[in-house]
């Protein structure tokens, strides 16, 4: 990304950098730090890193950095997108040079503002129009969907307004470039959009998940998260891509049991490992009743359960939802299934 903005060691960089590395060293596990060094090495090399991280090792950079490029958000390289566009068109324009430098130093904090604060200020009774959960996801044109805020949205960000501002700039500059310049902006500015709404739909999905934490007042309540993990592949060595695509794996499902004893917040896991089988709604409840039993015979005083999954159909299936009320007859009762359609369910 550094090269695409021709930037190095921007004041907004610089801030992030060091948030970032002392997220690093305050990680109490590798996969966390993987995640944190991931998101580093988006903006920097190893040489810059290494700056902030002493004694970082060229190994884990790497693995760091395949992980980004495996699981990227293509929200985030919009940026990078936009900045490409930035360079292109800037020689067309009167003092290009620096207005392609405001624009790219612009460009690089709103991605981080996205990427930090912003969901750090959406909330449901935010006085902010872009902040306000409850006001962006209302639809005036369904009344089943509709939703009148209680408080004035009367309040400026001036953050939000500065990446409005620059999207805006850009979009203007490139009216000689329209072709394939303004496709790429078009689709970089929908994918931005995207990704800012996605990080507001998780704040508000996520208020679920802390209102039932905060249920688990006593220790008759459990809250479960369930997942498919990816299926486990056998192979063969060096086995070709067309050996590799449509093989039978063994399926591994991840259920996370969070409860409260004496005042602390436990978890504990089940994995079903499974041979052979198709992912659906009947397997969902066969292994939501093994995990009901077992939780009922190792603590007699459990009564309820809260589920949590994502948007799979076979969670939300009419046919898992209906086997709730059988489970409850012989194990606990199924509260109601919290589903979400944003990754990061936990």
Known sequence: MNKAFGLSHQPAEKAYLEALAEAYKTADSWDTRRQVLSTMSDTANFNVISEYIPGLTHYRFTMANLRRLQYGRSRQRSFNDLGTVVLTISPLKKDGENWAAEMQEALKVGKLYLKGD?????????????????????????????????HKHDERCEQCESLDLT????????????????????????????????QLRSVQQDQARLDVINLLKDEKTVYIVNDWAMKFLPHQYRESQ?????????????????????????????????????????????????????????????????????????YHSASTILACHHIAKTTLTVLPLLASVISDCL
Request: contains cysteine.
């Open 118 to 150: 912003y969901k750090v200020h959406v909330s449901d009774n935010a006085c902010v129009p872009d902040h306000c959960y409850m006001y962006v996801l209302s639809d005036i044109t369904d009344k089943d969907f509709k939703y009148k805020c209680k």
């Open 167 to 198: 999207l805006k700039n850009i979009e203007q500059a490139i009216e000689e470039e329209r072709d394939e310049t303004l496709y790429l902006f078009t689709s970089a500015v929908r994918a931005i959009n995207l990704w800012k709404g996605h």
């Open 242 to 314: 067309s050996d590799w695509f449509g093989k039978n794996g063994i399926s591994w499902h991840i259920s996370v049991v969070f409860r409260k004893s004496n005042g602390q917040l436990e978890s504990q896991s089940f994995i079903h490992i499974i041979e052979s089988c198709s992912q659906d709604s009947a397997a969902i409840v066969l292994i939501m009743q093994h995990v009901l039993k077992t939780l009922e015979t190792e603590n007699p005083k459990l009564k309820r359960a809260f589920f949590r999954q994502d948007n799979a159909g076979c």
